[in-house]
């Protein structure tokens, strides 16, 4: 590891803008209690964000926002286990979603993903810098400082409604 620490000590935000500021690429993994988050940088821009506990997954969203039916989910699902593929890329290469629906998708679960984990307290995180994701089918690139302000956002909403 190339840099880790305790999150009680460093909130998520500090590391996230410190690897920023920095502009650094690679994996910052974040642990909390029962769940786990990684979160990819390239140059300091946000490329790619997933977690362990967290629903939607991509395959509810696109069936929940109306891009694909539950048919044609359960069928990219057979596939993607079988051939041991991100549903995503089955999805787009079978032609059943197209590129930008992907790509507009996986950024709303990259946004959500920051926004949990910039809630978390407690824990511990790493960053491995030059580690990108192995399977990456669509690029996103989220300035930092837009998620930020979003994630800051809706802690004062949660605060409010308290």
């Known amino acids: 590891m190339d840099l880790n620490g305790n999150l009680a000590v460093f909130e998520p935000v500090n590391v996230f803008q410190l690897i920023s500021y920095a502009q ?19 140059a300091g821009v946000v490329t790619y964000a997933e977690i362990s506990r967290r629903r939607p997954r991509l395959g509810e969203y696109l069936v929940e926002k109306k891009v694909i039916n539950q048919r044609a989910l359960d069928g990219a699902l057979v596939k993607s286990q079988k051939n041991k593929k991100k ?11 197209t590129e930008e629906e992907l ?16 809630r978390w307290r407690k824990g511990k995180f790493s960053f ?4 990108m994701p192995t399977e990456q089918e669509v690029k996103i690139d989220i300035p930092l400082d837009h998620l ?9 909403e949660e605060e409010g409604n308290r």
């Open 24 to 42: 650094r690429s690679g994996q910052l993994t974040l642990e909390c209690e029962d769940n786990s988050a990684r979160v990819f940088f390239n």
């Open 87 to 97: 549903l995503g890329h089955v999805l787009l290469n079978s032609g059943v979603i």
């Open 103 to 118: 790509r507009s998708a996986l950024e709303v679960q990259v946004k959500e993903v920051v926004y949990e984990v910039v």
């Open 128 to 131: 491995e810098n030059d580690k």
């Open 148 to 156: 930020m302000l979003e994630g800051f956002k809706r802690m004062d």
